[in-house]
């Protein structure tokens, strides 16, 4: 039996249905852009391996990185314990975050570092002595799967079956160019008229809806308004950290500073599971009191595991390196070329980029469903073509790791092309 066979008699994937789906394609090895399947077919990996993978599959520095840290001490626990690596990523993180971020508090996965950040912001103002329990969001906002996570979410479809066991979050429309004023306008509203504990959002680019773009002057007005009314801002950069919108975070294109800050994803660049929710000190110093019952009640076992905060440390040293920005500014600067070439072209719609991120729309009779049939023509399209994108309805994007290199990205272009030709109408 081969590895596909196999998966099918006990694996559960995500976001798959497992009646219909095809196989899942069985990976033995990667290196740079590229992965090999059991059968030697070789793909060039466009979307980072869902956006974790910033410097390449099996990359020796982070290997190395692993490798030390691991025969030094792999993990100690956290509760009452402490370790360089992890002492070292803080004070790093202090050092490229926003000014006003002074504390980090690790966990596993994104999900985890949002769940943090809403339950920070809820008992923040219950140790103050106010009760606040609504979350402020936009409308079709990706923040993970765990309860509070998905509850700040607004792909209806991923939480329907939840929808009456959920945080009470309201939604604003994001502020998309010729739209800033409503979505100003609706974050007052709602912020008079439930008294939020905090807003929640994806600075500049809405991932999982599709890459959806916005201003930073435009998130610095909501940001504004969400101070001046004490609503505590949470900036989930799960996937826009770490260089990927040509910036460090996103949120280096802003001049206001939100509270709170959730990174993952690239953070281990693609090798261990490891996250971060960080905040100011006025708010890590409303759980700081003798009444123990105001600490923040909450922790992971592998909470600041060693060898993934070892690898952190890594991937900041080598997104610093010349090497990278030049890679960031070159993968930039293919896009914007692509898109000049394309932007105009009658069967698609929506041509954007930001940093390494590139995104736009198939023209189709089909509808934009999110799994529908359109999305999986073009998915198993560009699987035929050696080509790994998530096309999400008919929006199409490319969010590689910046080792790709121009002939790989020029394939990913020419492939695209096709595809437009192939099942784009005018
Ligand atoms: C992927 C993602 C998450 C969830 O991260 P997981 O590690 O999959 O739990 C949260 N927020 C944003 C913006 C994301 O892109």
Known sequence: ???????????????????????????????????????????????????????????????????????????????????????????????????NQQKIFF???????????????????????????????????????????????GISFFTESFKNQLLEVVRIPIPEKGKEQDSERKLAEVIKKYNPAAFIFEPLVQGAAGMRMYAPEALDRLIQIAKNEKVITIADEVMTGFGRTGKIFACDYLNEKPDIICLSKALTGGTIPLAVTSTTQAIFDAFCSDDVNKAFFHGHTYMANPTGCAIALETIRILQTN?????????????????????????????????????????????????????????????????????VGNTVYVFPSYVITNQQLTQV?????EAIEKFGIE
């Open 1 to 99: 039996m081969n590895l596909q066979q196999r998966d099918e008699r006990h694996l559960w994937h995500p976001y798959t249905q497992h009646k219909t789906a095809m196989y899942p394609i069985g990976i033995v090895k990667g290196k740079d852009a590229l992965l090999w399947d059991e059968n030697g077919k070789q793909y060039i990996d466009a979307i980072a391996s869902w956006w974790v993978n910033v410097f390449g599959h099996a990359n020796p520095h982070l290997a190395e990185a692993a490798f030390k840290q691991l025969s030094q001490l792999e993990h100690v626990l956290f509760g009452g314990f402490t370790h360089e690596p992890a002492v070292k990523l803080a004070e790093k993180l202090i050092e490229l975050l926003p000014e």
């Open 413 to 417: 272009y020419d492939a695209i092309e």
């Open 323 to 391: 090497d990278c920005s030049q890679n960031i500014q070159r993968i930039s600067d293919l896009h914007k070329q692509f898109i000049n070439k394309m932007k105009s072209n009658s069967k698609t719609s929506g041509w954007r980029s930001l940093g390494v991120i590139l995104a736009f729309e198939v023209n189709t009779n089909a509808g934009n469903e999110y799994y529908g049939s359109i999305r999986n023509q073009l998915y198993d399209f560009f699987i035929s073509k050696g080509i790994i994108l998530r096309p």
């Open 107 to 153: 966990s596993d996965n994104g999900s985890t570092a949002v769940e943090v950040a809403i339950k920070m912001a809820i008992q923040y103002f219950f140790n103050k002595g106010q009760k606040k329990h609504v979350i402020v969001a936009f409308e079709n906002a990706f923040h993970g799967d765990t309860f509070g996570a998905m509850a700040a979410s």
